[in-house]
């Protein structure tokens, strides 16, 4: 359990947007550049039918082509941005309900989440109880507890898998592959990946551009939280005392990238979570590690890894 909440931090960190400037600067040369490109596509369609009737009609219907999947991808991308928001936007909402303790606030934030997951087969289950029981409770706090309880703790284990299984692979790569551009590389994929399965787990849209502002988001959170530092008592809950020491640089190398990896996804899961932890702690990095890499170490010759 962690005892120091970072949540009013974290959430003050996220909520800061870009100054009038710079939203302006984005805005004026994303908007010139989508001008430019317009103009261009348009002169060389018009030169073409000018020239040559057939090149240009299969330019124009290529252009049409290229604008509409250029529309859907863009309209993809907002849904994503939208569900992240929804996710973040419903998380405030719980929070909000159990300081309040009003038990009406509960309730519908509860119907919010419950409604996120109507499509979701494997939940059914879990929320018709949780209709059944939340008609029955009068208090702020166990509603909000049921809710995740039935609705987010199964969750959260798909999650912790995915850390775990991202994990267990930068470290092998790691510790198997003697080139430090494969590395980064494998990280930079395992941990974009674990992203976005995460996200999707908790109800959020996969989408390039979403992944990459929930990567930003995540290491925001991290750099708000001091969580980037890695100490010698995590690598030693993780390899075992003194193992560690006996084996090669590269296996070392290996725990402390499996070891951010596991803290990436941490952030990640309280990020895309719609409720803040509160039946269950956080998980803790040494825990996932230690789960990730079973098997994959030396064991020492009292047995212990």
Request: net charge positive; aromatic share 6%; with cysteine.
């Amino acid at each position: 359990m962690v005892t120091d909440d970072p949540a009013p931090l974290v959430a003050r960190v996220l909520a800061r947007r870009a100054s009038p400037v710079t939203r302006a600067a984005l805005w004026v040369f994303s908007t010139l550049f989508t001008f430019a490109l317009s103009v261009a596509a348009y002169d060389f369609v018009t030169g073409l039918l000018a020239r040559n009737a057939v090149l240009g009609w299969a330019a124009l219907v290529l252009t049409g082509a290229a604008v509409a999947l250029a529309l859907g991808m863009a309209a993809r991308e907002w849904a994503a941005f939208w569900r992240l928001g929804k996710l973040e936007e419903l998380r405030l909402a719980a929070a909000a309900a159990r300081a309040s303790g009003r038990a009406e606030d509960a309730r519908a934030a509860v119907a919010r989440v419950a409604a996120l997951y109507a499509a979701r087969p494997e939940l059914t289950e879990a929320r018709a109880r949780l209709a059944a029981r939340g008609s029955e409770m009068m208090d702020a706090d166990a509603l909000v507890d049921q809710a995740e309880q039935l609705l987010v703790l199964p969750l959260d284990a798909r999650a912790r898998a995915e850390v775990e299984a991202a994990a267990r692979q930068v470290a092998t790569v790691t510790a198997l592959v003697p080139l430090a551009l494969a590395d980064v590389a494998m990280a930079l994929f395992a941990n974009l990946r674990m992203i976005r399965r995460i996200a999707e787990i908790y109800g959020g849209r996969s989408g390039g551009f979403a992944s990459l502002g929930l990567m930003r988001r995540v290491f925001t959170y991290l750099v708000a939280t001091g969580a980037v530092a890695l100490t010698d008592d995590l690598i030693g809950s993780v390899a075992g005392g003194g193992v560690l020491s006996k084996l090669s640089r590269r296996f070392g190398e290996g725990v402390v990238n499996a070891a951010l990896t596991a803290r990436v996804g941490v952030a990640a899961i309280e990020l895309c979570r719609p409720l803040p932890f509160h039946v269950a702690g956080r998980p803790g990095v040494s825990m996932l590690v230690s789960r990730a890499l079973a098997g994959l170490w030396p064991r020492g010759e009292d047995g212990k890894s």
